[in-house]
């Protein structure tokens, strides 16, 4: 099996199918894995006791125990509900300890490897065609996960579409800070069409007052400006210093259509497989990688890499996680229109209270305001 990509999908799926016992190879195009840094490092609670994997102190930066919800007009509460609950982790290091687990149990890694494209025969992915050290060669397998991001390349080499629209498609950038006045244990986010116009801007803590610092937009019309132009005039106003900075991009719009065809499963962000309301996609990228190692191992054992049969891995993830991200898409719509006075209404009812904004419980507020409630009649 050839897995394209070795972020949190891809080496999850890596250590999976090789742990059943497939043979793994695992291509990334960086000479590093886990750089460049991609996420603001926040992993809950849940997705440790899912991968049954420890969060060590070597990739653990903080504890976090709650979440401080701003509105435009500075209002705040505090929430610790537990689902906020979790570690922010230094993905340099934390994705680098997933791709040793990987090869620990098996997996081939090839770095700087450029996945060029796909062996097709019959109509059915056999392999995949990669770049390395300046020579074009083709590498057989049975089956092929691509785990290589937004808008897979991959994937739309064996015919599937994984594009997203504009407005699915949140521009992230981030700054890690050193001098960051902030509490110890809370993530602060702040909301606001003048601070992080169709998105939040989110500071979490590191320790010895370090920080992740970014903002997430969606582009639109009367909002011509970049995410870095929103991160750059929240953080000049700190009295820290920058000592790293990155950019991406996270697909919101929910799962593209087809995840699966003929010897070839798509997994992560590359399949949309994040929370549409949060941006955040560790914990479900990893709960659908495993499936994906997983029903690898079956395909291969059964002699069967059709499509017919890969159609388990879509069937499985999404009653794994289907519900909750169609839940949280619906969430996202309603913010979406939600306007900086709606939502200083809703924060300034809160303040002093707790409250986990992003669970089911937001629709009982949010019904208490008429103009909040015609969209919801809109929407729902």
């Not at 972020?7 to 059943?20: K, L, P, Q, T």
């Not at 709650?66 to 705040?76: D, F, L, R, T, V």
């Not at 839940?327 to 229109?337: D, E, G, P």
Request: charged share 25%; with cysteine; hydrophobic share 40%.
């Amino acid at each position: 099996m050839i897995v394209v990509g070795g972020r949190v999908a891809g080496s999850i799926s890596s250590f999976h199918a090789a742990r059943e016992g497939l043979d793994v190879l695992m291509v990334e195009k960086n000479p590093e894995i886990g750089t460049p840094v991609q996420c603001a490092g926040g992993v809950s609670d849940t997705f440790f006791k899912s991968m049954k994997i420890k969060p060590l102190a070597q990739f653990t930066c903080s504890r976090i125990r709650g979440a401080c919800i701003h509105a435009p007009s500075g209002a705040s509460f505090l929430t610790d509900d537990p689902i906020i609950k979790g570690y922010i982790v230094e993905r340099k290091i934390f994705d680098k300890y997933l791709a040793i687990r990987a090869a620990e149990q098996g997996t081939e890694i090839m770095l700087n490897t450029i996945a060029k494209d796909l062996i097709i025969k019959d109509g059915k992915v056999g392999g995949v065609i990669v770049k390395k050290d300046g020579q074009t060669f083709d590498i057989c397998s049975d089956i092929v996960i691509a785990a290589d991001g937004i808008q897979s390349k991959i994937a739309r080499k064996a015919g599937l579409d994984t594009r997203f629209r504009v407005d699915e498609i949140c521009s992230c950038a981030q700054s890690e800070m050193v001098g960051v006045n902030i509490k110890k244990e809370i993530m602060e986010l702040y909301f606001g069409n003048r601070t992080a116009p169709g998105g939040y801007l989110w500071v979490f803590p590191k320790g010895e007052e370090r920080a992740n610092i970014g903002v997430g937009i969606r582009r639109r019309k009367w909002n011509a400006k970049s995410a870095q132009y929103y991160l750059k005039r929240f953080t000049s106003k700190l009295d820290a210093t920058e000592i790293e900075f990155n950019i991406g991009a996270v697909p919101i719009g929910g799962p593209v259509k087809r995840t699966y065809t003929d010897g070839l499963m798509v997994v992560g962000d590359a399949a949309g497989q994040v929370d549409p309301l949060t941006g955040g996609g560790i914990h479900i990228a990893a709960e659908c990688a495993k499936i994906a190692g997983e029903i690898a191992s079956e395909a291969i054992e059964m002699g069967r890499a059709d499509a017919e049969f890969l159609k388990r891995y879509e069937k499985r993830w999404y009653k794994r996680v289907g519900a909750n991200i169609k839940r949280s898409l619906k969430y996202r719509k309603i913010l979406n229109q939600l306007t900086d006075e709606d939502i200083n209404k809703l924060v300034e009812s809160l303040e002093g209270g707790e409250l986990n904004l992003f669970s089911t419980s937001l629709l009982r507020f949010v019904k208490d305001y008429r103009n909040i409630l015609r969209i919801l009649k809109e929407i729902l």
